[in-house]
């Protein structure tokens, strides 16, 4: 089956800081990849969509500039959260389709965020 | 708007079935998927139905009816690893996936 990895697991760092989140498909080539967050107890939240070799489409309320998303490669793509603030702590997961005709994500396991 | 709707929590007996609803008012129907979710993990794939009647796998089952924009999800011989948020996602025209709130089942021995 398809894997999905993420990088790191978990990170804490201080306000102010930035964080880079890596999401890699490992078994086959990605041509979309999700980024999405999920507060304790709440449903998953679609933060934006990226294609291999083009910029990023945010959901409406996520600032571009705060959340940089990357994706060089159909295997890899990356979430930088900029000058992050405790309001940032989450749990980030990424997705990726391309393999199944229906557009199945297969999700990394996910990072865990928290700003002190 | 969007909507898909599913109970918030339910709880079952180890052993027993169980049957989680989801309803959706969605632009359009390009599938409806079903994922778990353990605390603290990401989603894993469970099914997928993008045409009506019932797909068996194993344990679980999907069911779709897209004229009542009606799915749900039936867990048989239910286990205690089986509890665990479920949910449910419809894939819209622009095949963009939309995710219900999810469904957080206890199971109880």
């Known amino acids: 089956g398809a894997v999905v990895s993420q990088h790191p697991s978990w990170v804490i760092c201080k306000s102010g800081t930035s964080v880079k989140i890596e999401c890699r498909s490992l078994?086959?080539?990605?041509?979309?990849m999700f980024w999405y967050r999920q507060f304790p107890k709440q449903s998953l939240m679609l933060m934006a969509t990226?294609?291999?070799?083009?910029?990023?489409?945010?959901e409406q309320g996520v600032e571009k500039d705060k959340f940089l998303i990357n994706h060089a490669s159909l295997t890899l793509s990356t979430l930088t959260v900029t000058s992050a603030h405790p309001e940032d702590s989450s749990f980030y997961i990424c997705?990726?389709?391309?393999?199944?005709?229906?557009?199945?994500?297969?999700f990394g396991p996910g990072t865990r965020l928290t700003v002190l | 708007g969007q909507n898909i709707d599913q109970p918030t929590e339910m709880t079952a007996t180890e052993g027993a079935i169980v049957q989680i609803n989801c309803t959706y008012q969605?632009?359009?129907?390009?599938?409806l998927f079903w994922y778990q979710q353990h605390a603290g993990e990401a989603p894993t794939f469970l099914s997928y139905?993008?045409l009506d009647g019932l797909e068996e796998k194993g344990r679980f089952s999907s069911f779709l009816s897209r004229s009542k924009g009606y799915s749900y999800l039936l867990l048989k011989e239910l286990q205690m690893k089986d509890s665990a948020s479920y949910l449910c996602?419809?894939?819209?025209?622009?095949?963009?996936?939309?995710w219900g709130a999810g469904t957080k089942l206890i199971i109880k021995p």
């Open positions: 969605t632009s359009g129907f390009n599938g």
């Open positions: 996602a419809v894939l819209d025209s622009n095949y963009q996936l939309i």
């Open positions: 078994d086959f080539q990605a041509t979309t």
């Open positions: 139905n993008v």
């Open positions: 997705s990726a389709s391309g393999m199944e005709d229906y557009n199945e994500q297969f």
């Open positions: 990226s294609n291999e070799g083009s910029k990023a489409t945010y």
